[in-house]
């Protein structure tokens, strides 16, 4: 990251997890600076891409973490490169400026939230400031009917790919991101010839036929990308383009979304289901979601074990 010329403050100190950030914020002294008023925004020399699977496991971060600080990152630069657009510098833009770019973009133009922060506290900019994005208290959901008739289509529709149907079926069953599931390494699925099994958490998961052998299936079948590397050769169920990559979050939720199945709604959808049947303790060790996570779902979906158990001796 470019500091003798004076273009680029010092780095703050950052978790590991943004360890890239203030080069994303500070283009290098030979290109346009975002205190001028020069053409279009391109990427800064010194920005790192976010780290790899094998950085983020020796920095304890996660696949969810690394994606949104690479959202930041997008926001910081969108918000950059619009400033441009207006004809105003970073270093003259205004809180209107801010509340007008936030009113008239998408929702993920909040994301660019912490850059804005970092740059004021630096005296980089004015005091400026970027709330965090209001919530909808609505919990997006999809009607059961619609969810069990993605699930059969899933199941029994040789017409889609197995990479699709898998990824699929991971979201409306187990309610797992599409972050994770993207990253899913071949190490968390073992097969035998009576059973196959899906670790998510700290206890694995039997899948239920036919589930299963779809499962096996995957793991069987050659890379798509490259003609003489079979599947096996590579870490990831779920491979990319490049070699030795997974498949990227984006490209996997176009996917889905192509066979109608929305992350938020059909994790939400899933885990509320699940919330209902099990205790929170083992819907943590089953999913390898946080003990409070598992009992705020439990709470939404009216299912404490006692809960639970009262409505099953009511049948």
Same mark, same amino acid.
Request: aromatic share 4%.
């Given at each position: 990251?470019?500091?003798?010329?004076?273009?680029? =403050?010092?780095?703050?100190?950052?978790?590991?997890?943004?360890?890239?950030?203030?080069?994303?914020?500070?283009?290098?002294?030979?290109?346009?600076?975002?205190?001028?008023?020069?053409?279009?925004?391109?990427?800064?020399?010194?920005?790192?891409? =976010?780290?790899?699977?094998?950085?983020?496991?020796?920095?304890? $971060?996660?696949?969810?973490?690394?994606?949104?600080?690479?959202?930041?990152?997008?926001?910081?630069?969108?918000?950059?490169?619009?400033?441009?657009?207006?004809?105003?510098?970073?270093?003259?833009?205004?809180?209107?400026?801010?509340?007008?770019?936030?009113?008239?973009?998408?929702?993920?133009?909040?994301?660019?939230?912490?850059?804005?922060?970092?740059?004021?506290?630096?005296?980089?900019?004015? @005091?400026?400031?970027?709330?965090?994005?209001?919530?909808?208290?609505?919990?997006?959901?999809?009607?059961?009917?619609?969810?069990?008739?993605?699930?059969?289509?899933?199941?029994? @529709? @040789?017409?889609?790919?197995?990479?699709?149907? +898998?990824?699929?079926?991971?979201?409306?069953?187990?309610?797992?991101?599409?972050?994770?599931?993207?990253?899913?390494?071949?190490?968390?699925?073992?097969?035998?010839?009576?059973? +196959?099994?899906?670790?998510?958490?700290?206890?694995?998961?039997?899948?239920?036929?036919?589930?299963?052998?779809?499962?096996?299936?995957?793991?069987?079948?050659?890379?798509?990308?490259?003609?003489?590397?079979?599947?096996?050769?590579?870490?990831?169920?779920?491979?990319?383009?490049?070699?030795?990559?997974?498949?990227?979050?984006?490209?996997?939720? +176009?996917?889905?979304?192509?066979?109608?199945?929305?992350?938020?709604?059909?994790?939400?959808?899933?885990?509320?289901?699940?919330?209902?049947?099990?205790? =929170?303790?083992?819907?943590?060790?089953?999913?390898? $979601?946080?003990?409070?996570?598992?009992?705020?779902?439990?709470?939404?979906?009216?299912?404490?074990?006692?809960?639970?158990?009262?409505?099953?001796?009511?049948?």
């Amino acid at each position: 990251m470019p500091t003798s010329t004076g273009t680029c =403050p010092a780095a703050p100190p950052t978790t590991s997890a943004r360890s890239w950030w203030p080069a994303a914020s500070c283009p290098p002294a030979t290109s346009a600076s975002p205190h001028s008023n020069g053409g279009p925004a391109r990427r800064p020399a010194g920005l790192r891409t =976010p780290p790899s699977a094998g950085e983020a496991q020796r920095h304890n $971060i996660t696949a969810e973490q690394a994606d949104y600080v690479h959202n930041e990152v997008r926001a910081a630069l969108k918000l950059i490169t619009w400033l441009r657009g207006t004809g105003t510098s970073l270093a003259a833009c205004t809180q209107h400026d801010i509340d007008t770019w936030l009113t008239g973009g998408p929702g993920t133009n909040y994301h660019a939230r912490a850059f804005v922060l970092w740059t004021s506290r630096r005296g980089h900019t004015r @005091d400026l400031d970027i709330p965090r994005h209001p919530r909808n208290e609505t919990l997006t959901r999809i009607e059961d009917d619609k969810r069990w008739a993605l699930v059969r289509s899933l199941l029994h @529709d @040789d017409g889609h790919a197995i990479e699709d149907r +898998v990824a699929g079926l991971l979201v409306l069953l187990y309610g797992q991101p599409l972050a994770r599931i993207a990253r899913l390494t071949r190490d968390q699925i073992t097969h035998s010839p009576l059973r +196959v099994q899906l670790l998510l958490g700290t206890v694995p998961l039997d899948l239920p036929a036919p589930l299963d052998e779809l499962a096996r299936q995957l793991l069987n079948r050659t890379h798509g990308r490259a003609a003489v590397a079979r599947a096996h050769d590579q870490p990831w169920v779920f491979p990319g383009g490049a070699p030795g990559h997974p498949l990227s979050t984006a490209q996997l939720k +176009v996917r889905l979304a192509r066979l109608g199945i929305h992350g938020r709604s059909g994790r939400n959808t899933a885990l509320m289901d699940l919330a209902a049947k099990l205790p =929170p303790v083992a819907l943590a060790r089953l999913l390898g $979601i946080h003990i409070s996570t598992a009992g705020a779902w439990a709470e939404r979906a009216g299912g404490s074990p006692a809960a639970y158990a009262a409505q099953v001796s009511r049948r």
